[in-house]
């Protein structure tokens, strides 16, 4: 790490790091960073990400730890890994996530409690579990992955949007709490990227495509360096890719009566 980078490039803890965004961030992370901390389910994932990347940068520290964020032991196995070795993050990029496409009442009880807890409880307890560790060493700083959907209610997506709409406003508080701490808080809004989301949403007998997503792809690696861009600018929003950023702005402009007549009229493809 440079001498006139922030202090918040240091120690790193990147959650759903096993593929797609997660991974991303840690590659494009490792070269100036000190420390990182790759956590997913797939262990075997983690692992080969680890070896790749202190193959390139020896200089590197990595943990990798293997547990279940959507389960309260597993959050507590984290928690009791990093403490065991006291470790506490400066950089905490809560990028772990997963959706599921199609009509609620038809929905897996399982995986919708899955998504809440991966996509808001997990979120939430790691935010509460690491920002007094921040405070008090004087250096950090949050990366909270939410989404385009985020703002606004998606038939077929209802529980995914909510919990995006979750992360983006409780992101927008906490931005407000840690001003004076100078942690700075940053809500991540993609829209579409080409990763496992589209494989891990669908469901057997339907196919994720949503109405328009094909126009807004952008690749995981602009995604991830606009983030970390945006964080070193400390923006309180980054919604990568000028396309997406134009329909987020038109999305925000709008009445909600708009949006509830454009939402009914949309083609849904999931049926
Ligand atoms: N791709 C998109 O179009 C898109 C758009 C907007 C926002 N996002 C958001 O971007 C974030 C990253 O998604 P992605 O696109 O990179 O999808 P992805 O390739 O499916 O990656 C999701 C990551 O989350 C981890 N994860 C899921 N459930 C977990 C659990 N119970 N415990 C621990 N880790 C878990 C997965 O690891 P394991 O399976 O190994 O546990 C994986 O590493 C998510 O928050 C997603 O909502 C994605």
Redesign the pocket.
């Known amino acids: 790490m440079s001498s006139d980078a922030p202090s918040f490039l240091d120690t790193v803890l990147i959650?759903?790091?096993?593929?797609?965004?997660?991974?991303e961030f840690a590659r494009q992370l490792a070269p100036v960073v000190n420390h990182l901390i790759l956590?997913?389910?797939?262990e075997d994932?983690l692992q080969s990400l680890s070896e790749e990347l202190f193959a390139s940068h020896p200089h590197l520290a990595i943990n990798v730890v293997a547990?279940?964020?959507?389960t309260t032991d597993?959050r507590e196995n984290l928690f009791q890994y990093l403490s065991g070795r006291e470790i506490t993050p400066t950089l905490l990029i809560n990028?772990?996530?997963?959706?599921d496409y199609g009509t609620f009442a038809d929905s897996d009880w399982a995986k919708t409690q899955?998504m809440i807890?991966?996509?808001m409880t997990?979120l939430t307890q790691l935010c509460h579990q690491y920002i007094p560790g921040m405070k008090s060493q004087g250096a950090g700083a949050i990366i909270n992955?939410?989404?385009?959907?985020s703002t606004l209610p998606i038939p077929d997506f209802a529980v995914?949007a909510a919990t995006?709409a979750y992360v983006s406003s409780f992101s927008e508080a906490l931005r407000l709490e840690l001003a004076e701490d100078s942690i700075p808080v940053l809500a991540l809004?993609?829209?579409?990227?080409?990763?496992?989301?589209?494989?891990?949403a669908a469901r057997e007998e339907k196919k994720f495509q949503i109405s328009g997503y094909n126009l807004l792809y952008v690749d995981?690696e602009q995604v991830v360096t606009e983030a970390i861009n945006g964080l070193l600018q400390n923006q309180p929003r980054v919604y990568p890719g000028w396309k997406v950023a134009l329909l987020a702005g038109a999305i925000t402009a709008l009445p909600l009566f708009a949006i509830r007549a454009y939402m009914s009229n949309r083609p849904r493809k999931s049926q």
């Open positions: 959650t759903g790091a096993s593929s797609g965004l997660g991974a956590v997913a389910r797939r994932r547990v279940d964020l959507a597993g990028n772990a996530g997963l959706g899955a807890d991966v996509n997990a992955v939410s989404s385009l959907a995914y995006k809004c993609p829209g579409p990227v080409s990763t496992e989301f589209g494989q891990v995981k």
